[in-house]
């Protein structure tokens, strides 16, 4: 099914950027944006993890550098049934992990900094768990790509700005439409960011839940994962995210721009509360059952 969710969403792009080329800038722009969605595409498939990372200033690690890191990871491999992802390291203060990558053999994880400083060993495995349980669920494409299409749709809406800025509206053909090829430049700069959103949205808030049920399951610890949970939504409304970019908010476990701009009315999260929730009714099965 994800699969089938990121091709349609590979040409959801295309289609948007050929449309936005002829509407903007006539015949020249359909061709001109045409390849660009091809370019886009390929980027989108092949390098969607390289991007999310990069976005995070994160750097790979290696055992040496994060030995309980790579404990953990090397613990989940193995219940998972997966290849270690590879690991790394954002510089972000604000508490925080992410899972990216084509497939479970091209997988990473991302842990920022302030996620280190704030868990104990037990809440830290269960956030790994988390992610493990995005990579195995098969999460990770369809939600890397998303993110490049974010982005994209986004620098669409810029480009935009300047469009209108310099007068660059409706190509040869609409050129004298003056006021029409302003207001089509208006909409766009409007709407592509509330498309964006509208995006990470579509990814659905239930894969998440999913990831919480998956990664207590094998862990066998749904109250550590609850705990961190609660840690991090405190801390990420103390220490807001240095790093985080609006495109790639859906990929970590809790929302690093939560409380910032007009996009909290849309959360790309599930509550909280009502993750906790689901935990603490997993925790209370497990011990019926002991």
Known sequence: MNQLKTAFLLVALTVLLVLIGRVAFGDGGTIVFLGIAIVMNGAAYWFSDRIALA????????????????RLADRLAVQYS?????VYLSPDPSP????????PSHAAICVNQGLLQILDEEELYGVLAHEFGHVRNRDILISSVVA??????????QFGQWGMMFGGYGGRDNRDQGAGGAIVGLLMIILAPIAAL??????????EYQADKTG????????ALASALRKLERASEVVPSQTAQPAFAHLYIVNPLRGQSWAGLFSTHPPIEERIRRLEEMAGGIRRAS
Request: hydrophobic content about 50%; overall charge positive; proline content about 7%.
């Open 82 to 86: 997966v290849p270690r992802p590879r």
């Open 55 to 70: 976005a995070a200033q994160a750097q790979e690690v290696t055992a040496r550098d994060a030995p309980m890191l790579f």
């Open 148 to 157: 490049v299409l974010a982005g994209t749709i986004t620098l669409i809406a």
């Open 198 to 207: 509208l995006i990470q949205l579509a990814v659905s808030r239930s894969r």
């Open 216 to 223: 207590a399951e094998v862990s066998g610890d749904p109250m």
């Open 96 to 103: 925080n992990a992410f899972a990216t990558g084509r497939n």
